[in-house]
């Protein structure tokens, strides 16, 4: 054996040592008042000011699974199932939303919408239910469903109650089971100025619809659409890795920064959509429901669908007003390299100074200027409120589209 690899095998012997003494608490556990940021483990580290978790796992005192409603009226005004949803530590942050399309499905607009089932949102679909599941390592967890009446849908979703999400990381451990036909999600969304400028909307989605195959989930940057045929589309259909369904438990993550999203699955990067990233402040969003238009299906009377969720956590940047932080962070903490879930440790503190809390992109040489950035053929180079690479790839210019995206061409 040469010197050269011996030295190589012990270097690799070296950086093994170091992950697992990583891997097994490397880093104190502390909390979040001990935070100035939050460093995720992305191929890129990205820099986050605030950090929550919402745990589902032990709440066997709130369990209450009811039984559908059938009165299209009677499910908009349900109450909560249980006092865990007037609790402060949730309605703080998450909305329960009892809307429906009625006025949607009146106006006859195929371009807004081509659902075909009346459908409306629930309190009385969202529900603590306690974990049968042999060796679940938590006793109970979070359901929302959606159900086919006989001539109606009922659906859940929980909308954040701020609307100023403005980059995130964010993780939901759960499944969906249940009948062909209806959608589970976890997606970021900004609505349109006017409801009709849907090409305005700014969204990216983690969608697992029930009619695909067991081991498909859907990524997508809305708006999806295309203005010319050799742009690239913005929506994925992925399969799972190492032969997963959806209807095993398993870590699904969405990180929003600035000019992408990426979707992780189980720690591992499963794919990144640079093209349609959004980019104003939106709120964040978790739903089950199926309206019987051509994204959802139609789910036949009588059936049901649900996406479980043990555990949901995020770390994120805020633009409301006594949520943004300014200055230097000196204590990085990190919710992927912990022992614990749901609580930090800390990376690193002290003297040194890291990246501001509420990072922005640095700011872009000129043009003309020797290591300018370059925009990529099909990213946006323009927009309001955009703030990446203004300068296009040699080859291309950037073309106006509207006021709020431009693309090199």
Request: glycine fraction near 6%.
């Amino acid at each position: 054996m040469s010197s050269g690899s011996s030295s190589r095998r012990l270097s690799l012997l070296v950086a093994a040592v170091l992950l697992v003494d990583v891997a097994l608490g490397a880093y104190p556990l502390t909390t979040d008042s001990n935070c100035g940021c939050y460093r995720t483990n992305a191929t890129t580290s990205n820099y986050f000011a605030h950090h929550q978790f919402f745990d589902f796992r032990s709440l066997y005192q709130y369990v209450n699974v009811t039984k559908p409603i059938g009165s299209f009226d009677a499910n908009a005004e349900a109450p909560p199932t249980s006092s865990f949803f007037n609790q402060q530590t949730w309605t703080k942050t998450w909305s329960i939303q009892n809307w429906n399309n009625t006025d949607l499905l009146r106006s006859n607009d195929t371009d807004l919408s081509d659902a075909t089932v009346q459908m409306v949102n629930s309190p009385n679909n969202i529900y603590i239910e306690r974990n049968n599941d042999q060796g679940a390592n938590g006793q109970t967890h979070m359901t929302m469903r959606t159900v086919r009446h006989s001539d109606f849908q009922s659906a859940a979703e929980i909308e954040s109650a701020s609307q100023g999400y403005q980059f995130l990381s964010i993780r939901m451990f759960a499944r969906t089971k249940g009948d062909s036909g209806a959608v589970t999600a976890m997606f970021t969304y900004r609505p349109p100025p006017m409801p009709k400028e849907i090409q305005l909307v700014q969204e990216a989605d983690l969608e697992i619809r029930t009619r695909d195959p067991p081991n498909y989930v859907q990524y997508t940057n809305q708006p999806s659409w295309n203005s010319t045929s050799d742009i690239p589309d913005a929506t994925r259909n992925v399969t799972l890795p190492g032969g997963r369904r959806w209807s095993d438990w398993a870590t699904y993550r969405m990180d929003w920064t600035p000019g992408s999203t990426s979707w992780f699955v189980n720690g591992q990067l499963h794919s990144t959509i640079t093209f349609q990233a959004p980019r104003d402040p939106a709120m964040v969003m978790f739903n089950t429901w199926s309206d019987g238009g051509s994204w959802s299906g139609v789910m036949p009377p009588g059936k049901e669908a649900y996406m479980q969720v043990q555990w949901i956590e995020m770390v994120y940047n805020n633009t409301d007003p006594g949520n943004i932080k300014t200055g230097k962070c000196v204590n990085v903490c990190s919710i992927d390299e912990t022992t614990r879930l749901g609580q930090p440790v800390l990376i690193t503190g002290g003297q040194q100074p890291q990246p501001p809390q509420n990072p922005q992109p640095p700011q872009q040489p000129q043009p003309n200027q020797p290591g300018a950035c370059a925009a990529a053929k099909y990213s946006q180079c323009a927009g309001k409120n955009f703030n990446g690479c203004k300068a296009c790839a040699a080859g291309t210019t950037c073309k106006f589209q509207n006021d709020y995206y431009s693309q090199c061409l």
